[in-house]
């Protein structure tokens, strides 16, 4: 097919000088011009070579072309809702006018609503009594007529006014192409020496094109980073560089008892259908959270709520990685209860020993800095900035007496080495931490001060059933990845973010973070 393509490019220069638009080509076994993209696309790849043995040259051009939507092909086949509305009407004055009601049933409702109004404008109808009439005797279907032209040409003589409006009611949609205009160079090059040649003598009196060994080769189409991945990486290095443990986050499904009840708050969500249930949590420290959860216990007065066993075994989609840091400062816990965890002090504490206060018994606790960066699922309306789908930035703290003035201090450490100086924080309230904060930072792009996370100090009652000593203290706060994702990239609709619209080019083009 290549060397048929660029014979047929040869073959038609010679004929006609030049190409004027590779458009009007005819594809090697198709029975009409070559007007798509990807014909296109064909046609460009058989030029490339053509042209890198010096035997073309050629530019391109862009082209803007339009098709039919769905709505707009049936259309050009049973004529625009106010055709259909005025032909399902009786001439005035010769029959019985059709209530609205009545033309919904001949035409459907969506071609009553819209072929109605249309009609009314066109001066093709109008109200007899309750009903509708026609007012006038024949008609020309214009919207037909021109998305028939469309249809055959990809474009409309009329102009860009007509086809902006037929955009608009969602009848047609304008595709990007590029087409190329191609000629002759004067002497043709050989580029390689082959056999016939030299039993031929051809070689004696050819043309060779002469070799450039300093030319850099054709760049590889290798694989690049998504800006999410960018910048996960980014916010990952900051977590390393100031001493945390990364944390076990592989667990999407979650029992509702470490998605909520271990935190007392309720999210949207996606329950699992197979199997519906977990397995149970140990058996004394889920005993001491319903107590604090129905009762009230260490301090606190209780949710006052009914304890619904059923409910705190179904199993999840996790709606945060809280749920993660749960498991973790359980663990993290398990020394100060008298439990024995294997691998404890080297996997999340980096070698750290206890910090009990001198003169007092060995309490088991070893301070901890955790974070993760992970999915998390909602149940929620997918819109420009939300997705049921999306990355949880957090990061834990465990120390003894730390105190608010902690946690702000070190979230402006945090958010400097993201580069971002400015930043407040507005308390708030969160159903497992008090006092708890919102972080806001002001960005210049913008112009104006975003919210970018949220913060807070642990309850006691959450952190005493694990078995905490009274003076622990765990700071916590997450941010999503997204949002400084679309900030830093100015991107505006979190779908050309992620999915199936995001473009190839943005993520291969992508610049490396910086805040």
């Known amino acids: 097919m290549a060397e048929r393509l660029q014979q047929l490019v040869l073959d038609t220069l010679d004929a006609q000088s030049t190409i004027k638009d590779t458009r009007q080509l005819i594809l090697p076994g198709a029975s009409a011009p070559a007007a798509s993209n990807d014909d296109q696309i064909v046609i460009l790849g058989a030029l490339n070579s053509l042209l890198s043995r010096d035997m073309i040259k050629y530019d391109t051009h862009e082209v803007f072309t339009h098709s039919l939507t769905p709505e707009g092909a049936l259309i050009v086949k049973e004529?625009?809702?106010?055709?259909?509305?005025?032909?399902?009407?009786?001439?005035?004055?010769?029959?019985?006018?059709?209530?609205?009601?009545?033309?919904?049933?001949?035409?459907?409702?969506?071609?009553?609503?819209?072929?109605?109004?249309?009609?009314?404008?066109?001066?093709?109808?109008?109200?007899?009594?309750?009903?509708?009439?026609?007012?006038?005797?024949?008609?020309?279907?214009?919207?037909?007529?021109?998305?028939?032209?469309?249809?055959?040409?990809?474009?409309?003589?009329?102009?860009?006014?007509?086809?902006?409006?037929?955009?608009?009611?969602?009848?047609?949609v304008q595709k990007y192409g590029f087409a190329a205009e191609g000629q002759w160079f004067t002497v043709h090059k050989e580029t390689d020496l082959t056999t016939e040649m030299l039993t031929s003598g051809k070689w004696k009196t050819s043309k060779f094109k002469k070799y450039n060994f300093e030319a850099e080769g054709i760049p590889t189409s290798g694989g690049a980073l998504h800006m999410l991945l960018k910048v996960r990486e980014e916010i990952r290095n900051i977590f390393l560089e100031m001493g945390f443990a990364?944390?076990?986050?592989?667990?999407?499904?979650?029992?509702?008892?470490?998605?909520?009840?271990?935190?007392?708050?309720?999210?949207?969500?996606?329950?699992?259908?197979?199997?519906?249930?977990?397995?149970?949590?140990?058996?004394?420290?889920?005993?001491?959270?319903?107590?604090?959860?129905?009762?009230?216990?260490?301090?606190?007065?209780?949710?006052?709520?009914?304890?619904?066993?059923?409910?705190?075994?179904?199993?999840?989609?996790?709606?945060?990685?809280?749920?993660?840091?749960?498991?973790?400062?359980?663990?993290?816990?398990?020394?100060?209860?008298?439990?024995?965890?294997?691998?404890?002090?080297?996997?999340?504490?980096?070698?750290?020993?206890?910090?009990?206060?001198?003169?007092?018994?060995?309490?088991?606790?070893?301070?901890?800095?955790?974070?993760?960066?992970?999915?998390?699922?909602?149940?929620?309306?997918?819109?420009?900035?939300?997705?049921?789908?999306?990355?949880?930035?957090?990061?834990?703290?465990?120390?003894?007496?730390?105190?608010?003035?902690?946690l702000i201090g070190f979230m402006r450490v945090f958010f400097k080495k993201m580069g971002i100086e400015k930043v407040r924080f507005k308390p708030a309230y969160n159903p497992y931490t008090e006092p708890s904060l919102e972080i806001f930072a002001f960005h210049p792009m913008l112009n104006k001060w975003v919210e970018v996370g949220n913060s807070g100090m642990f309850r006691p009652e959450m952190l005493e059933p694990m078995g905490f000593p009274k003076d622990v203290r765990v700071h916590g706060w997450g941010l999503s990845l997204e949002r400084p994702t679309m900030i830093r990239y100015g991107i505006n609709n979190i779908r050309t973010l992620v999915g199936h619209k995001v473009p190839i080019d943005q993520v291969e083009n992508s610049p490396a973070v910086m805040f």
Not at 96 to 122: H, S, Y
Not at 140 to 145: A, E, G, P, S
Request: aromatic share 8%; glycine share 10%.
């Open 79 to 172: 004529g625009s809702h106010e055709a259909r509305v005025w032909n399902a009407l009786p001439v005035k004055g010769q029959g019985a006018p059709v209530p609205a009601a009545a033309l919904k049933k001949l035409v459907g409702d969506e071609t009553a609503k819209v072929g109605q109004g249309r009609a009314f404008k066109n001066g093709w109808i109008g109200k007899e009594g309750d009903g509708l009439v026609r007012t006038t005797e024949t008609i020309q279907d214009t919207t037909q007529l021109e998305l028939q032209e469309i249809e055959s040409t990809g474009s409309l003589k009329s102009g860009e006014k007509i086809l902006a409006d037929l955009r608009k009611r969602k009848l047609i």
């Open 246 to 406: 990364e944390m076990p986050t592989q667990s999407y499904v979650e029992s509702g008892f470490w998605c909520f009840d271990a935190f007392s708050d309720l999210q949207d969500t996606f329950y699992i259908s197979d199997p519906p249930h977990s397995l149970p949590p140990e058996k004394a420290y889920y005993e001491r959270v319903a107590k604090v959860h129905e009762h009230g216990d260490f301090g606190s007065t209780g949710y006052r709520a009914p304890w619904a066993p059923e409910e705190s075994s179904k199993l999840l989609l996790r709606t945060h990685t809280t749920a993660s840091s749960a498991h973790m400062l359980y663990k993290l816990a398990a020394k100060c209860r008298g439990e024995k965890v294997e691998g404890d002090e080297s996997e999340f504490t980096h070698g750290g020993k206890s910090t009990t206060e001198h003169g007092k018994s060995d309490d088991g606790f070893t301070p901890a800095k955790l974070f993760s960066i992970d999915r998390v699922f909602r149940n929620e309306t997918m819109d420009a900035t939300h997705l049921a789908e999306f990355h949880q930035v957090e990061g834990v703290v465990a120390d003894r007496n730390l105190t608010l003035a902690d």
